[in-house]
């Protein structure tokens, strides 16, 4: 069992050498969450990371596949992309450009890197895959996004054209409203073998908006083999989205994913006409995530579970997918961390990706020394800056007579212009008897 460290459970150490050091991590995260609101959007001040934890449980029982450290979960069926997401291994993503006719506030593009460039002129995604092929890089799944695709339908077939010849194995699916898709388009996506075509659907539009999108995806499924809905779940939807989640079982589509619901840093002054707050903890571990900047929305996740239950117990059969906001984030720490030469204090995490070690802080080294010392395990290191001794998670278990407080360590490698560094990002509380590495830290 791994205690999360947080300012409420920071004063559960008595050593204080540790509490200080943990104490760094935890006013970092509060200085975090103090830039947050001063963006314009409050912080949700209940925690209900209990509700959730039972929820989930509950949802066991009922058949929901739990993944990726309850970052995902799933019912009847999930994309074999979103399942190749949690690594994002030999899957590639691109992008005609980030024109689109519609203008959702809660939409992530406009923090993408030279978004104002790609807003106004198009890629040659063309010679983009024709120089990855030549790269010899594996693709496995390649997908084309937006902005809009099907505001360009010439560049959009000759993508997907493209990415078959190139990549004869690779799962092919589009990111579209729907709005310009017609059958002729379908026509000839049908004829590059498209595997899947994904669907938004934005709740806040008109009635008569939502029904064009659904007689569109009722078109596509007769040229596409697997069409699906893709869209965030706003807090307050519930009703609504039982309704759409019924509507989308009989038109007898593939899956839905349900995404979190995110603040992108822009438009706070309608999230908080909304009365939409940020998720008391937003992140596990706090980190620089590469996903267009955004942040989780409170009560956007115990929602979607409330969905996934809804749909077990009608007994609908369509996939339904949650993929909460840091489910996007693991294929970053995944590639930062994987594969790479590890120092003998170090393990990598095949629960969460990230690089985890043990430490023993101030009056507890001595102890912990003398017990390595008898086992013969030297592969441990001591820094005298913070007072910590630093060593393999997997030597916790000599620890299990003493009554000593452990630190398990969080970290990313990083690399900089001037070589790789890591970087620890959190440290939590275990103690020797109560660690178990399978069960908290994967094997």
């Not at 995490?349 to 912990?368: Q, T």
């Amino acid at each position: 069992m791994i205690i999360d460290i947080n300012e409420r459970s920071l004063n559960q150490i008595k050593n204080p050498d540790f509490s200080k050091y943990a104490a760094i991590y935890t006013k970092i995260y509060e200085g975090f969450l103090q830039n947050v609101s001063a963006t314009g959007i409050d912080i949700d001040s209940r925690d209900i990371q209990e509700e959730i934890e039972s929820t989930i449980e509950r949802l066991k029982s009922k058949g929901v596949v739990v993944r990726n450290n309850q970052k995902s979960l799933f019912l009847n069926r999930i994309s074999p992309a979103c399942e190749a997401c949690k690594t994002a291994e030999s899957s590639v993503t691109m992008f005609i450009s980030l024109m689109c006719n519609r203008k959702c506030y809660f939409c992530f593009n406009p923090n993408q890197e030279d978004y104002r460039q790609f807003a106004r002129n198009r890629r040659n995604v063309v010679k983009e895959l024709n120089d990855l092929s030549q790269s010899g890089q594996r693709v496995d799944y390649l997908a084309l996004t937006g902005g809009e695709p099907t505001l360009h339908k010439k560049e959009m077939i000759q993508f997907f054209a493209e990415g078959r010849e190139r990549f004869p194995q690779a799962h092919t699916r589009l990111y579209t409203t729907g709005d310009f898709l017609d059958q002729k388009s379908l026509i000839e996506l049908a004829q590059t073998r498209l595997n899947e075509i994904r669907f938004s659907i934005k709740l806040e539009d008109a009635v008569e908006k939502r029904q064009r999108v659904l007689e569109r995806i009722a078109l596509a499924q007769n040229y596409i083999p697997a069409v699906m809905v893709e869209m965030p779940v706003l807090p307050g939807s519930l009703d609504i989205m039982k309704e759409l989640l019924r509507d989308l079982d009989q038109l007898g589509v593939y899956g839905i994913n349900l995404l979190e619901f995110c603040y992108p840093y822009l438009n706070a002054n309608i999230y908080r006409e909304k009365e939409f707050k940020i998720k008391s903890r937003p992140f596990r571990v706090l980190y620089d995530y590469w996903y267009a900047g955004a942040l989780p929305v409170a009560q956007s996740e115990i929602e979607s579970l409330a969905l996934l239950e809804f749909a077990a117990d009608e007994g609908l059969k369509l996939g339904v997918h949650y993929c909460s906001l840091e489910n996007k984030n693991t294929g970053q720490i995944f590639r930062q961390n994987s594969r790479q030469k590890l120092d003998k204090t170090l393990y990598f995490s095949p629960r969460d990706f990230f690089l985890k070690s043990a430490k023993v802080y101030g009056g507890d080294i001595p102890k912990v020394e003398k017990v390595f010392k008898k086992a013969g395990y030297h592969d441990y290191t001591v820094n005298r800056e913070h007072n910590y001794l630093e060593f393999h998670v997997k030597q916790v278990d000599l620890l299990v007579d003493l009554d000593v407080e452990i630190g398990i360590s969080s970290s990313v490698l990083e690399k900089r212009a001037d070589g790789e560094y890591l970087r620890e990002l959190k440290v939590d509380l275990t103690y020797p008897k109560i660690f178990d590495l399978a069960q908290d830290l994967g094997l």
